[in-house]
């Protein structure tokens, strides 16, 4: 079956202005997850939805990013006047119970 | 507070067992997890273990767990050149089952 499935896969944007990352789960998954891959940081946990629950955005590096999961499916996650500091692959997760099934990323540069 | 920690590099002979050695730190965590990310790819879900489990078996992949001194390890017999990659341990805090990761390990196979 399809797995998870992130939009763009590179997204190439000037400082200052905002960026919108998608993300398909697998079909049926009720938990959601956006990590952020940058060679400083490693990996690291951003936020998190589980079904109509209020998500966990703990892991959010600062109130310029926001995410929203519409109808329990895709998940968009928005980054407001992008910093270069904010250059990272963004990586999704989807889990229906103990394993997590990413996607293959979204490479964001932020010149 | 939450911390993974793995050695960096790894270089074996192809034929040889690779061992891949972790510790971390939250001893509530529930799962402990393998990923392995080949150049350019995804997060790709090798293995993950249970905390009350000591030791798991899949085909050449053994993970073994020591509970108290909060170790982790993933052995891989028979290690072919496309096993070259870099694998992560992470490990699943809190009721959320966010992933706190390792800086992850690169694992080179010498023909």
């Known amino acids: 079956g399809a797995g998870v499935s992130q939009s763009p896969s590179n997204k190439v944007t000037e400082k200052g202005k905002d960026v919108e990352l998608r993300c398909d789960p697998i079909?049926?998954?009720?938990?959601l997850y956006w990590y952020r891959q940058s060679l400083g940081q490693g990996l690291e946990f951003l936020i998190y939805?589980?079904?109509?629950?209020?998500?966990?955005k703990s892991g959010l590096p600062s109130d310029r990013f926001s995410a929203e999961r519409t109808g329990g499916s895709v998940s968009t996650l928005t980054i407001q006047r992008t910093q270069q500091e904010d250059s990272a692959v963004y990586l999704c997760?989807?889990?229906?119970?103990?394993?997590?099934?990413f996607g293959p990323g979204t490479r964001l540069t932020v010149l | 507070g939450e911390d993974v920690e793995q050695s960096l590099f790894l270089s074996v002979r192809e034929g040889d067992s690779s061992v891949i050695n972790c510790t971390y730190t939250?001893?509530?965590?529930?799962?402990l997890y393998w990923y392995k990310q080949e150049p350019g790819a995804g997060l790709q879900l090798l293995t993950y273990?249970?905390?009350n489990m000591d030791m798991k078996q899949d085909q050449r992949l053994t993970v073994l767990l020591n509970k108290k001194d909060k170790h982790l390890s993933l052995r891989i017999a028979d290690t072919q050149t496309g096993d070259s990659a870099i694998y992560f341990c992470?490990?699943?805090?809190?009721?959320?089952?966010?992933?706190?990761w390792g800086l992850g390990t690169s694992l080179a196979v010498n023909p």
């Open positions: 997760a989807s889990s229906l119970s103990n394993e997590q099934f």
């Open positions: 079909s049926g998954h009720t938990a």
């Open positions: 939805f589980q079904g109509n629950s209020a998500p966990d």
């Open positions: 939250d001893s509530s965590s529930t799962y």
């Open positions: 273990i249970f905390s």
């Open positions: 992470a490990e699943s805090a809190g009721n959320n089952r966010k992933l706190i």
